[in-house]
């Protein structure tokens, strides 16, 4: 009974292990096995894999050519006029490890393609008329953003195939899109006149700051050397003084430290009667 038990015990183990050491990779994905978060190993070809269980695991991506939607977005052409694009692309993952590390998942990739694609939208019409999106030049701007697009998203390991614009309308309301950018160019405008404002005030200030600093640090400098030479010719005069009688100075000096340290009614001094300090008080004689 007990070799029954482990017998059954035995090939449980065993079945956890299998499971987690076998994985299949379908013809249409790419299997990425990572061992402690790094990529150690690409399985391309579909069918039965290994793996060290527990230790390593698998993500898959797919190989197959994948879609994003562009949001539409109003745009602004050359010749000023507004409209609404609505486009998508068409990518596939060339550098799965580069992919993993960079967007991390479908999504992230779909965030940062959107981006991508908006700003090449952006830059591409911008340089064209609004009449360009209704004319065989069509095909040539769509080609610009897929070159732009492909270029920015090389960096995630991903390749652009081609990129459409499924349609390009004029605004419903222009009046109010028309307002709608007066105000922001205005707004732009005040904006870029208060910061040019703001930038040449404090121009002035650092200037005059740096003009008062140097004021009172020469000033401050003046000072200390009139001080210091005060000081000199101070000494000077007093070692000329003192010289003439080192005794009397002593006892200067005495009723001086006197003066400073009894002032007080409540003084106590721990002090012996033969000390020097009290030399002059003649205490203790």
Do not use: W
Request: with cysteine; net charge positive; hydrophobic share 40%.
């Amino acid at each position: 009974m007990n070799k029954l038990y482990i017998t059954a015990i035995a090939s449980f183990c065993l079945i956890i292990i299998l499971a987690g050491a076998l994985f299949t990779v379908d013809q249409k994905e790419i299997g990425l096995v990572f061992q402690f978060g790094e990529a150690v190993r690409i399985v391309e070809s579909p069918g039965l894999n290994v793996k060290i269980p527990f230790i390593q695991n698998v993500q898959f991506l797919d190989k197959r050519i994948l879609n994003v939607s562009a949001e539409e977005k109003e745009l602004t052409a050359s010749d000023e006029k507004r409209l609404i694009v609505d486009a998508f692309a068409k990518y596939k993952i060339t550098e799965p490890v580069m992919f993993i590390k960079t967007v991390h998942n479908y999504s992230g990739a779909n965030l940062r393609l959107n981006k991508i694609l908006e700003s090449a939208m952006r830059t591409v019409i911008g340089r064209f008329p609004l009449n360009t999106l209704l004319t065989e030049q069509r095909a040539n701007l769509m080609q610009q953003i897929r070159d732009l697009v492909h270029k920015e998203a090389a960096l995630f390991g991903i390749k652009i195939i081609d990129v459409r614009i499924l349609k390009s309308d004029l605004p419903t309301e222009n009046s109010d899109a028309i307002y709608q950018r007066m105000k922001t160019e205005r707004y732009k405008e005040a904006k870029q006149i208060r910061a040019e404002g703001a930038e040449e005030a404090a121009r002035i200030k650092a200037r005059a700051d740096k003009e008062n600093k140097i004021i009172l640090a020469e000033a401050y400098m003046k000072a200390q050397r009139t001080k210091g030479d005060g000081d000199a010719d101070a000494a000077k005069l007093y070692n000329i003084a003192y010289s003439k009688d080192p005794e009397f100075y002593k006892f200067y000096r005495s009723l001086v430290a006197y003066k400073s340290s009894l002032s007080k009614e409540n003084t106590q001094f721990v002090l012996s009667p033969k000390a020097e300090f009290f030399k002059y008080l003649q205490i203790g004689k």
